[in-house]
């Protein structure tokens, strides 16, 4: 107990370590906004955009979703998208304002809540100040405020829950776990166990507040193995490649930097003494970094606690003795270099992807020149533009979790992509009723080197297909159908 | 202290590895093909000392990311004559008195080291590979052992100046560095297992050496990393020819490349010391051995680099091998016999490593007189801004002749290395006219060069189309260059 009093000195952050640590997030915040187009990067932002848009329109969007595979029961409750619409009903603000709104309010909650956090684990203010810097700088905070993910809302309800144990304020700690399998089941899933190893580390009899986030736990994956009747076998493993799964520096997005991964293995160890239910702790994190390599979700999750572990390490460095000085200053500078390095260069290669001016531009012509239950084949990493812009049909998209013959509708779609044979093309065609194929100069020079290679030659030689939009980086074909 | 006799034999053992390499390193007239690489970035910086990373005639133009300091040492010394053949051999010379120190800590023996010092000085691989060639390995391993002597000696010394220095020439010599990056990690995990404390100078340097070199690798190569993420590793070597660098391990090949005295004393001084002498500092080469093997055996690193290091890297710790074979045999019934022993093995080495060594260094594959002299055609007698179809072995060759080249062997950072690599092989072997022109107009090729090379690299004896667009300017024995006039 002595112990912890003595590390319990200072760790309330001075008003000058606030003003840095809000303004460095400003500073985020402005950086975010150098996009050329209003619209956010990336695919994820526009699964959550999609579902609002089609909530307002038709809430029956909760239990099926139309557009994506071009139709497929959705796995998820959605929470999120539901509260944003209904503020929009209500406000008749755009839903995308709403949405980035959250985000940026989500964000700076996310915020608060891990530096009260840290002030309860009564760590010291210098390593609450670097932590909570370079969870701002984190490529998962940097991917959080600059996006209107749905990994948003489960980081902060993490947070919120591990603050409330800490504050010992159970019944809304178990008010919201109830709520969390509604709006992220693998991240209630990751917390209520979570929640239950510290309760059980404290107090077992408190362990019945935890049984409502049980039930709703319980009637989720009830209604999940449900859905596997209607959808496919879909093999995460493959492709797994886990060095590049999770690092940023390996162009991983959003992934940990391998600074603060070196700067965390350095904190990992001597925190194991200084801080409060450690074990569990260490649990949560080991677990969360396996979990990294097959779900983002997981990456976004561990970031706040690499962040503390890496100024810890980063700290540890600091004010151990060294027998040269230069050597320590030369190790932390370039420690300290490397993970601002790695996040700016996240931030410049995730603010610059796509979509742009011209795809928005193609997707929306299609929306208003098309019928509306046309058809649309593209890349499945282009799958939610489709949906959310051109409010059409994907063949898919990215979210293959329980999507309907998700591995045959992929394995379809790179033999549309790859084939030169006319028949085989139009027995696809015809197999997924498409009626455009939606292509864009970054597919084009990932997918094909000339114009003679599969989907190229036939676009080219097939009277049956019509160029019907074309600019700069897009063009889109449509199917004549007899 | 040496004793004198140590100090004198260690001197003579470096004048007779310089002048072995020098002795046939000047039997050759000309090169490798490899070295050209290396002499026309040391031609570029001599013409221009700050550097850019884009090269204009390399793939017709690419980013070029290399770390600069070899060829920087080439250009300064560029006022001795021959200095792409005495730098060389005096660098990898001058490792061998490094091998032998590292011996002498590891062993504490200074006959046992003077021999490892020999087998380092004559591992087949190494005269395989630096012979004769401006090769930047020359630079790159001497600095590695003097990192790991001086990790070594950190433990008495506080050398963490030269440390510091030895270490930003290596950043600045071979992305080699991830070798040492990767046995650093490894070092304190083989000490926790055998429960010995890491002593606090050499973590300080380990964790010294780990953060700077990711920094550093990530600095240059930034945007390959971007790009091709963990593949990085592989090189963007063309999907073809990937299967040849980054083959399985030949347990056979192993003995022939690096020598079997080696080998068998190399493991004994491993095997004695991790588990008998339990001495940190050869914990520090045996977790380099290990990473190499590691690489080796998931095909993560070039199959002749990976050897390379293992052999010299075993030649250090057979001293410890060799020292304690011969207590061994000392202790029992056999002493009487210890010279006999000493002769059997002097022989054995004289097998298995000299002699191979002195077969490899007669036998190696350098340019003909022949195909320079159609390179100096090239050079002379075509416009600068022609681009030249070449097999990639000899793109550097191309290069050296200040034109242009479609694809070259220095894959990383290049565009499309497998779709080169592709049309200039069906350039070389197609029987089609069509399809010849359409590759020679796709590149803008002014000229096609088949040299004997080329004619073994693409196992052909001419160009199987003809076409009267195509004319032969230049021929002798050996080469031919072909001019596109369509």
């Keep these: 107990m002595k112990k912890l009093e003595s590390?319990?000195?200072?760790?309330?952050?001075?008003?000058?370590?606030?003003?840095?640590?809000?303004?460095?997030?400003?500073?985020?915040?402005?950086?975010?906004?150098?996009?050329?187009?209003?619209?956010?990067?990336?695919?994820?932002?526009?699964?959550?955009?999609?579902?609002?848009?089609?909530?307002?329109?038709?809430?029956?969007?909760?239990?099926?979703d139309t557009l994506s595979f071009s139709s497929r029961f959705n796995p998820f409750f959605s929470l999120t998208e539901i509260l944003i619409s209904i503020i929009s009903l209500t406000t008749k603000l755009e839903p995308f304002i709403i949405a980035k709104a959250f985000s940026y309010i989500f964000s700076i909650s996310i915020l608060i809540i891990f530096i009260l956090i840290l002030k309860e684990l009564k760590i010291n203010n210098k390593t609450t100040f670097l932590s909570t810097i370079i969870f701002i700088f984190s490529p998962a905070f940097i991917y959080l405020t600059s996006t209107t993910s749905h990994y948003l809302l489960p980081l902060f309800l993490l947070t919120l829950i591990f603050y409330l144990f800490l504050k010992s304020h159970y019944k809304l700690l178990s008010f919201f776990l109830f709520l969390f399998p509604l709006i992220n089941p693998l991240a209630a899933l990751i917390t209520i166990l979570f929640t239950t190893i510290l309760i059980v580390t404290k107090n077992k009899k408190l362990l019945y507040l935890l049984s409502p986030s049980y039930l709703t736990l319980i009637l989720y994956f009830t209604y999940l193995i449900y859905l596997l009747k209607f959808s496919t076998y879909f093999n995460i493993l493959q492709n797994i490649n886990p060095l590049s799964l999770i690092i940023s520096d390996f162009g991983f997005q959003p992934g940990l930097s391998i600074f603060l991964l070196i700067g965390a293995v350095y904190g990992l160890i001597p925190l194991w003494k200084k801080v409060p239910y450690s074990k569990t702790l260490?649990?949560?994190?080991?677990?969360?970094?396996?979990?990294?390599?097959?779900?983002?979700l997981a990456l976004i999750l561990l970031a706040p606690f690499i962040s503390i572990l890496a100024a810890n390490g980063i700290l540890n460095l600091h004010y151990k003795k060294w027998a040269s000085n230069g050597l320590k200053a030369v190790t932390v500078a370039a420690l300290m270099f490397g993970i601002f390095l790695s996040s700016f260069t996240f931030a410049f290669n995730h603010l610059t992807q796509l979509p742009d001016k011209e795809i928005t531009n193609a997707l929306t012509y299609l929306k208003i020149n098309s019928p509306e239950s046309s058809v649309v084949l593209s890349d499945p990493s282009r799958g939610h533009w489709i949906n959310y812009f051109a409010e059409r049909k994907n063949i898919a998209d990215s979210n293959t979790f329980l999507?309907?013959?998700?591995?045959?509708?992929?394995?379809?779609?790179?033999?549309?992509?790859?084939?030169?044979?006319?028949?085989?093309?139009?027995?696809?065609?015809?197999?997924?009723?498409?009626?455009?194929?939606?292509?864009?100069?970054?597919?084009?020079?990932?997918?094909?080197?000339?114009?003679?290679?599969?989907?190229?030659?036939?676009?080219?030689?097939?009277?049956?297909?019509?160029?019907?939009?074309?600019?700069?980086k897009v063009e889109i074909w449509k199917i004549i159908k007899n | 202290m040496l004793q004198r006799k140590t100090f004198l034999l260690l001197i003579l053992l470096f004048l007779l590895t310089l002048s072995f390499r020098l002795y046939f390193?000047?039997?050759?007239?000309?090169?490798?093909?490899?070295?050209?690489?290396h002499i026309y970035q040391t031609e570029k910086i001599k013409?221009?000392?700050?550097?850019?990373?884009?090269?204009?005639?390399?793939?017709?133009?690419?980013?070029?990311?290399?770390?600069?300091l070899f060829h920087y040492l080439l250009a300064l010394t560029s006022f001795i004559p021959n200095n792409f053949k005495i730098i060389p051999?005096?660098?990898?010379?001058?490792?061998?008195?490094?091998?032998?120190?590292?011996?002498?800590?590891?062993?504490?023996?200074?006959?046992?080291?003077?021999?490892?010092?020999?087998?380092?000085?004559?591992?087949?691989?190494?005269?395989?590979?630096?012979?004769?060639?401006?090769?930047?390995?020359?630079?790159?391993?001497?600095?590695?052992?003097?990192?790991?002597?001086?990790?070594?000696?950190?433990?008495?010394?506080p050398l963490f100046n030269y440390l510091i220095l030895t270490t930003?020439?290596?950043?600045?010599?071979?992305?080699?560095?991830?070798?040492?990056?990767?046995?650093?990690?490894?070092?304190?995990?083989?000490?926790?297992?055998?429960?010995?404390?890491?002593?606090?100078?050499?973590?300080?340097?380990?964790?010294?050496?780990?953060?700077?070199?990711?920094?550093?690798?990530?600095?240059?190569?930034?945007?390959?990393?971007?790009?091709?993420?963990?593949?990085?590793?592989?090189?963007?070597?063309?999907?073809?020819?990937?299967?040849?660098?980054?083959?399985?391990?030949?347990?056979?090949?192993?003995?022939?490349?690096?020598?079997?005295?080696?080998l068998i004393f190399g493991l004994t001084g491993i095997s004695y010391g991790l588990f008998k002498l339990k001495k940190a500092s050869i914990f520090l080469i045996s977790s380099l051995i290990l990473s190499t093997f590691l690489l080796l055996a998931f095909k993560l690193i070039e199959f002749n680099l990976g050897i390379l290091i293992l052999g010299l890297s075993l030649a250090i710790l057979s001293s410890l091998g060799i020292k304690t074979f011969f207590s061994y045999i000392s202790k029992t019934k056999l002493h009487n016999f210890k010279s006999l022993f000493l002769i059997l093995i002097i022989i054995l080495v004289i097998l298995t490593s000299i002699i191979p060594s002195i077969t490899q260094a007669l036998s190696l594959d350098v340019v003909s007189d022949k195909e320079i002299e159609a390179i100096k055609f090239l050079e002379t007698k075509t416009s600068k801004l022609s681009t030249i179809a070449s097999s990639p072995i000899e793109g550097h060759l191309i290069n050296?002749?200040?034109?242009?080249?479609?694809?070259?062997?220095?894959?990383?950072?290049?565009?499309?290395?497998?779709?080169?690599?592709?049309?200039?092989?069906?350039?070389?072997?197609?029987?089609?006219?069509?399809?010849a022109k359409q590759i020679i107009s796709k590149y803008g090729i002014d000229y096609i060069l088949l040299s004997k090379h080329g004619k073994k690299f693409y196992e052909i004896k001419k160009l199987s189309f003809t076409d009267k667009c195509i004319k032969e300017v230049f021929k002798n024995e050996e080469a031919g260059i072909y001019s596109a006039e369509c």
Excluded: C
């Design chain 2, 400 to 435: 050296f002749a200040k034109r242009r080249n479609i694809a070259d062997t220095y894959y990383l950072g290049a565009k499309d290395t497998t779709e080169r690599f592709e049309d200039l092989k069906t350039l070389y072997k197609t029987e089609f006219s069509s399809v």
């Design chain 2, 25 to 37: 390193a000047f039997s050759y007239e000309n090169f490798p093909l490899q070295s050209y690489f």
């Design chain 2, 168 to 262: 930003v020439f290596l950043f600045f010599t071979h992305p080699i560095f991830i070798f040492l990056t990767i046995s650093f990690m490894l070092y304190p995990i083989l000490l926790q297992i055998v429960n010995i404390k890491i002593n606090e100078n050499r973590k300080e340097a380990i964790t010294f050496f780990i953060i700077l070199s990711l920094l550093v690798s990530i600095l240059i190569f930034k945007s390959n990393l971007l790009e091709l993420g963990f593949d990085t590793i592989f090189q963007n070597i063309p999907d073809q020819i990937k299967q040849n660098f980054f083959r399985a391990i030949n347990p056979f090949e192993i003995v022939l490349n690096i020598g079997l005295i080696t």
């Design chain 2, 89 to 157: 051999a005096l660098l990898f010379s001058l490792s061998v008195i490094i091998a032998f120190f590292i011996a002498l800590r590891i062993s504490n023996s200074e006959g046992t080291s003077l021999f490892s010092a020999l087998l380092y000085a004559f591992t087949p691989i190494a005269i395989k590979e630096t012979l004769n060639a401006v090769s930047v390995y020359t630079l790159a391993i001497p600095l590695i052992f003097l990192i790991i002597y001086l990790i070594i000696k950190l433990k008495e010394k």
């Design chain 1, 282 to 296: 260490y649990f949560l994190i080991i677990s969360l970094f396996i979990l990294s390599f097959f779900s983002t």
């Design chain 2, 47 to 68: 013409q221009n000392p700050l550097l850019t990373n884009y090269d204009d005639l390399s793939y017709s133009g690419r980013i070029l990311n290399y770390p600069p």
């Design chain 1, 7 to 64: 590390i319990a000195q200072n760790v309330n952050l001075s008003s000058k370590q606030l003003i840095w640590i809000f303004s460095i997030f400003i500073f985020i915040i402005f950086l975010t906004t150098l996009r050329t187009i209003n619209y956010p990067p990336g695919e994820d932002s526009y699964l959550t955009l999609k579902l609002i848009n089609e909530l307002l329109k038709n809430p029956s969007v909760i239990i099926k």
């Design chain 1, 403 to 472: 999507a309907p013959e998700a591995k045959e509708k992929l394995e379809d779609i790179d033999k549309i992509f790859q084939t030169r044979d006319i028949d085989k093309f139009e027995v696809l065609i015809k197999k997924y009723k498409i009626d455009y194929i939606f292509i864009d100069a970054d597919l084009k020079k990932q997918l094909w080197k000339t114009d003679e290679e599969g989907l190229q030659f036939i676009l080219k030689n097939n009277p049956n297909i019509i160029k019907f939009y074309k600019n700069n």
